[in-house]
């Protein structure tokens, strides 16, 4: 009997309820409790094992998991060259550099010399590595933003989402370590022997991912208003036109960017779209 595929998610954290909405989305059937590590996808050979964030890479590395739901920020600091397949479009941050608001310091080579106190030592060092500039990396764990007013640090490098907090700490950002969101990851030996199982999971996901930026459109309109409605839907390919009974009407449906609709709906109408729609799309498979 083969053995169940495994997926790794964070059991907490910022994509902890992401990720169990994804695969939700996906159509997988399970339940989870706070204290449940692992659930049986009962309509898919699945288990998902709820784990801390830090340690899923090393639970898909040593091969307890065959794939690992992670962030690109977790993945730089592990120094892991595991592989990530897909991209999940959540979780969205930035590992950057900040400085005190009242800092003279405007660029980062203007830290040379000076401390940088971060929870992502590895991916700090790094960066700064890289680019050519010494600086003393202090490594901490937790409320790395308090670290400059208690005269631990010059400088931090941690994640941003929206820089509230770092302004709240009166921070400001002057560069940018990194871009992080949500990633699949796969242990590249079961990426190998279960490439076939991977691929379906793989699948199930990109299919949600692609269908939560798209909306359907669907309009009746005069078919004489047909070139001017194609020039205005930018969709997944070439609209549908379908002939209506009423002669020289047809209807025309249409995948279109989620974000575009509203903007789009008032050109529709003025080139002589009618009874439109916009509906939701559940999955959308490429």
């Given at each position: 009997m083969t053995e169940r595929l495994r997926l790794a998610i964070p059991n907490k954290g910022r994509l902890?309820?992401?990720?169990?909405?994804?695969?939700?989305?996906?159509?997988?059937?399970?339940?989870?409790?706070?204290?449940?590590?692992?659930?049986?996808v009962e309509n898919l050979e699945l288990d998902i094992l709820f784990i801390r964030a830090t340690d899923i890479i090393e639970f898909v590395e040593d091969g307890v998991a065959d794939l690992g739901i992670t962030g690109v920020d977790l993945l730089a600091e592990s120094e892991s060259s595991l592989p990530a397949i897909r991209e999940l479009d959540y979780g969205h941050c930035r590992l950057a550099v900040a400085v005190p608001m009242t800092s003279t310091h405007t660029t980062v080579e203007d830290l040379a010399g000076l401390r940088v106190a971060t929870s992502h030592p590895n991916a700090a060092r790094a960066y700064f590595a890289g680019i050519g500039v010494a600086v003393d990396v202090i490594p901490l764990s937790g409320a790395v933003e308090v670290a400059p007013n208690l005269g631990l640090a010059d400088a931090i490098v941690d994640l941003v989402s929206t820089g509230s907090t770092l302004?709240?700490?009166?921070?400001?950002?002057?560069?940018?370590?990194?871009?992080?969101?949500?990633?699949?990851?796969?242990?590249?030996?079961?990426?190998?022997q279960r490439s076939a199982e991977i691929a379906a999971v793989d699948t199930m996901l990109a299919s949600v991912i692609a269908a939560r930026g798209r909306k359907y459109l669907m309009m009746n309109a005069p078919l004489a208003h047909l070139a001017e409605l194609r020039s205005l839907l930018p969709g997944l390919g070439s609209p549908s036109v379908i002939p209506l009974a009423q002669e020289g009407m047809i209807a025309i449906?249409?995948?279109v960017g989620a974000n575009d609709v509203w903007a789009l709906l008032p050109?529709?109408?003025?080139?002589?779209?009618?009874?439109?729609l916009v509906v939701p799309i559940e999955k959308i498979v490429a």
């Open positions: 902890a309820e992401p990720s169990i909405a994804l695969l939700r989305d996906a159509g997988m059937l399970f339940d989870e409790h706070d204290r449940r590590l692992v659930a049986h302004a709240m700490n009166g921070l400001r950002p002057i560069a940018d370590v990194l871009a992080s969101q949500a990633i699949l990851v796969a242990q590249p030996a079961s990426a190998t449906h249409s995948v050109r529709l109408k003025a080139a002589g779209a009618s009874g439109i």
